[in-house]
């Protein structure tokens, strides 16, 4: 088993910058490639960005592409999702997920192990 905690969220205004920061602990983090989700209120989860074990490989979604990093440190068991140029359109709650293989998906269902999510809202 694997538990996920995301945190760094909130409330931010357009334009701003926000890091989520997701630690897993219990199974070992190891050879797990990770990713982040979003849900809008009344939307279903869509993909934002994935990372495989290595860290060499990120895909991001068209949305967030050139305004989102996501990184790793496996030493810490953490992975990260930095946000810059934050726009209203990405209010959301964040998920974090994990699947137990090293390769990236931008699949939800290829994930196995979810965290409780962390609100972002952008304002206007």
């Known amino acids: 088993q694997v538990q996920l905690v995301e945190s760094g969220g909130g409330l931010v205004q357009a334009g701003g910058s926000l890091r989520l920061s997701c630690v897993a602990s219990g199974r070992t983090f190891g050879s797990f490639a990770m990713g982040w989700f979003r849900q809008a209120p009344g939307k279903e989860r869509d993909f934002v960005a994935t990372i495989n074990w290595y860290g060499s490989m990120q895909y991001y979604s068209d949305s967030v592409k050139g305004r989102f990093t996501i990184s790793r440190d496996n030493a810490k068991n953490t992975v990260y999702l930095q946000m810059n140029s934050l726009v209203p359109e990405d209010t959301a709650v964040y998920y974090c997920?994990?699947?137990?293989?090293?390769?990236?998906?931008?699949?939800?269902?290829?994930?196995?192990?979810w965290g409780q999510g962390t609100q972002v809202t952008v304002s206007s």
């Open positions: 997920a994990s699947r137990t293989t090293s390769a990236a998906s931008t699949s939800l269902n290829r994930f196995e192990y």
